[in-house]
């Protein structure tokens, strides 16, 4: 399975300012996702990020929000962007397997005070 | 759209003691299914994953899965829990293809009496 590396692992912002998450693979993947824990809830699918192409969000998760951008095969970065608390959340990303599980990094919790 | 349904929110068992964790999920096609645990402070750990074939599957740590289509069901077992398995455990499903997310259950604290 591919090694996933997330920085920052964590981050107190302020309100109304934007907060960068990187999502390194140490190899090359087609696909990439980026998912949202809210406190004490489960995984919520933000947007698949392929390489090359624009990421494709779910229902209820805009562009302007939360801006993805995928440079190369082994890369990703998700912003949140104008933050409210509301944001608050472990922010994770994934890589596909070889028979279609994902392999998740460690997470960035974010807190916005 | 698939959705999965782990109806048991906290589930207490003593340790050494056998461990069943239900999951109950609607696709439409053959599904994708998997269970992770996600310990304190820790990001996600796949255990088992079933897509074919054998309806029971193994996976690390000692649990397995069985796969029942006619009870839309892929349970998680355990013969005898540690302490180490207090988590939180998320049953998930994928859509065939691989280029689709996971849509994940609400997940299920497990928490081991001594």
């Known amino acids: 399975s591919a090694v996933i590396s997330q920085k920052p692992s964590r981050d107190i912002c302020q309100r109304g300012t934007s907060l960068t998450i990187q999502c390194q693979v140490d190899?090359?993947?087609?696909?990439m996702f980026w998912y949202r824990q809210q406190p004490g809830q489960s995984l919520t699918l933000i947007a698949t990020?392929?390489?090359?192409?624009?990421?494709?969000?779910e229902s209820g998760f805009v562009i302007d929000k939360f801006p993805i951008s995928r440079p190369n095969l082994t890369f990703s970065t998700l912003t949140v962007s104008n933050m409210s608390p509301e944001d608050s959340s472990i922010y994770l990303c994934?890589?596909?397997?070889?028979?279609?599980?994902?392999?998740f990094g460690p997470g960035t919790r974010l807190t916005v005070t | 759209a698939q959705s999965v349904t782990q109806p048991d929110i906290h589930i207490t068992v003593s340790e050494g003691a056998s461990l069943e964790l239900r999951c109950n999920y609607s696709?439409?096609?053959?599904?994708?299914l998997f269970w992770y645990v996600q310990s304190p402070g820790q990001g996600l750990q796949l255990l088992l994953k079933?897509?074919?074939?054998?309806?029971l599957v193994q996976g690390i740590k000692g649990f397995e899965a069985e796969f029942k289509r006619s009870q839309s069901s892929f349970n998680l077992r355990k013969p005898s829990v540690h302490w180490s398995d207090a988590a939180e455990y998320f049953c998930a499903v994928g859509a065939g293809g691989g280029a689709d997310g996971l849509t994940f259950g609400k997940g299920t604290h497990l928490i081991i009496q001594p």
């Open positions: 696709y439409g096609a053959t599904p994708y």
């Open positions: 990020a392929n390489q090359g192409s624009e990421a494709t969000y």
């Open positions: 190899s090359q993947v087609t696909m």
């Open positions: 079933y897509f074919s074939g054998d309806t």
């Open positions: 994934s890589v596909g397997g070889q028979t279609y599980e994902q392999y």
